[in-house]
Nanobody
Framework: VQLQASGGGLVQAGGSLRLSCAASGSIFSIAVLGWYRQAPGKQRELVAEITTRGSTNYADSVKGRFGISRDNVRNTAYLEMNSLKPEDTAVYYC??????????WGQGTQVTVSS
């Protein structure tokens, strides 16, 4: 599985960004697509994830502000980020988990929220 992430950038607090994660390769093995993030000096943490059937899971810190969706035809997951805060600043990584629990990672994309 290969994952191509895009959509990061610089935005002011309160603004919005949309991240995309396009999967290719053994796409039928993918059970879950998601996004993690890692801020400087901190551990990588789950932001949001979505299953093939559309079940979602969010970190408490982003609930109500972020929305994850999945286009199974385009094999792409989207992370809509609204009401961004400076503490959302991090490198965001696309992630997939197969039905056999193998993890794949895409390259990171920087999200910077200025105050």
């Amino acid at each position: 599985v290969q994952l191509q992430a895009s959509g990061g950038g610089l935005v002011q607090a309160g603004g919005s960004l949309r991240l995309s994660c396009a999967a290719s390769g053994s796409i039928f093995s993918i059970a879950v697509l998601g996004w993690y993030r890692q801020a400087p000096g901190k551990q990588r943490e789950l932001v949001a994830e979505i299953t093939t059937r559309g079940s979602t899971n969010y970190a408490d810190s982003v609930k109500g502000r972020f929305g994850i969706s999945r286009d199974n035809v385009r094999n792409t997951a989207y992370l809509e980020m609204n009401s961004l805060k400076p503490e959302d600043t991090a490198v965001y990584y696309c992630n997939s988990r197969t039905y056999s629990s193998v993890l794949y990672w895409g390259q990171g994309t920087q999200v910077t929220v200025s105050s």
